[in-house]
């Protein structure tokens, strides 16, 4: 996951930092304005997704083919996590940790994992907090934000 992290850190910087990337791949993930759901997960073009995702997975697969000893169950797992990971932040929520940390089979109480109140914080501010798992990179980068003036309750964004 942390490699997985630097390189969607790195494309989606990209994305953002070149304009015209940003309008074919990325503007539509951004439409709703910071009002995010579950389903604004997938919300976006095909190729973003493809060029923000595949290339990474088709490493992993191919250096567990190569390796040929690999347990299929810890594939499901990592799935479970990152998939679970990814629409927590675009819940729009800040979620109680009896909520996040086991759905995150619990790489949420990493130290420096990103919340999804740090997504929210992206779409509200799209020049923050650009990481997909943990919030080193963008501390690293300069893009890290930890609050909003449009987070204010502790229980919603």
Not at 105 to 127: F, N
Request: contains cysteine; positive net charge; glycine residues 6%.
């Amino acid at each position: 996951m942390l490699v997985h992290d630097a390189y969607f850190w790195f494309v989606h910087s990209c994305m953002h930092y070149f304009k015209r990337a940003y309008r074919l791949l990325h503007q539509l993930h951004h439409s709703t304005s910071g009002d995010i759901t579950v389903f604004s997960t997938a919300h976006g073009e095909i190729l973003d997704v493809t060029v923000s995702i595949t290339p990474f997975y088709l490493l992993v697969l191919l250096l567990l083919y190569l390796e040929g000893n690999w347990n299929p169950f810890h594939i499901i797992l990592a799935t479970f996590a990152v998939n679970n990971v990814n629409m927590m932040g675009h819940s729009g929520f800040r979620l109680p940790a009896f909520v996040y940390v086991p759905a995150s089979l619990g790489v949420l109480l990493i130290p420096l994992a990103q919340r999804p109140i740090h997504h929210y914080i992206h779409h509200l501010d799209p020049r923050f907090n650009r990481s997909l798992y943990f919030t080193w990179c963008d501390r690293l980068a300069g893009t890290y934000r930890g609050t909003h003036p449009k987070c204010t309750s502790p229980n919603e964004p």
